[in-house]
């Protein structure tokens, strides 16, 4: 076993580090676009508290068409795209851009089914004190859908964490690039397993702090 982590262990902490900085950095990424995006087609559904049919079939479109596409396929796809954002289609900089892709649409999905929980009494009791559409997205349908957005956050993150895998085959790095080139192309099982090992320690300890902080912040179970 020393042996072992004399000879590997600074690689697996180098892949470690960067599959936690390219789920981390996509996660945030996708957030930022994936959340108004499914606030916006929340709002526009013909329930909603801007109905818009034209607007929400174009959301629809553009969301399902890009959970549609396998991620394998997207990252050679715009393989020009990401060189166009950060100059390079290899290594971390270069995963971040087609996982965020990938991811945003999935995100605004998640939010959107969130939103659709929200007791619609909450909705009209706000609208009837007064409150502006604004408010009531931020201070009534976020605030009430809450747990389970942090709960998507898990999804999320699990889910860009096996991407991060197939990135490694285009050389991203990190974890999965490990198990390729010396678990399976050297016939390396030791390196394999461990690799797996790490990806299962990471993964449980992120969902359960999740689903701690989920329960924590869901008021009613209390």
Not at 62 to 69: A, D, E, V, Y
Not at 83 to 88: A, C, D, M, N, Y
Request: proline content about 5%; glycine content about 10%.
């Amino acid at each position: 076993m020393g042996e072992f982590l004399e000879t590997y262990g600074s690689l697996l902490a180098s892949g470690t580090v960067d599959t936690l900085v390219m789920t981390c950095a996509a996660s945030f990424f996708a957030y930022v676009i994936g959340l108004p995006l499914g606030i916006w087609f929340a709002v526009t559904t013909p329930t909603g508290l801007r109905p818009n049919r034209a607007i929400n079939t174009i959301l629809g479109w553009i969301i399902n068409i890009g959970r549609s596409i396998p991620f394998i396929i997207l990252l050679v796809a715009i393989i020009p795209f990401t060189r166009l954002i950060v100059g390079t289609s290899l290594g971390v900089p270069g995963a971040v851009v087609p996982l965020t892709v990938a991811a945003a649409p999935f995100v605004a999905r998640v939010v959107e089914q969130s939103l659709a929980e929200v007791d619609s009494s909450l909705i009209e009791a706000a609208h009837s004190f007064g409150a502006n559409n604004f408010q009531i997205i931020t201070k009534v349908m976020l605030r009430e859908s809450l747990p389970s957005l942090v709960r998507g956050v898990a999804i999320t993150f699990v889910s860009l964490f096996g991407y991060t895998a197939m990135a490694g085959t285009v050389g991203a790095g990190g974890l999965g690039d490990i198990a390729i080139r010396y678990g399976y192309q050297r016939y390396m099982p030791d390196v394999m397993l461990v690799c797996i090992i790490i990806c299962v320690v990471m993964v449980q300890v992120f969902q359960s702090a999740i689903d701690w902080l989920a329960r924590h912040i869901d008021k009613r179970k209390h």
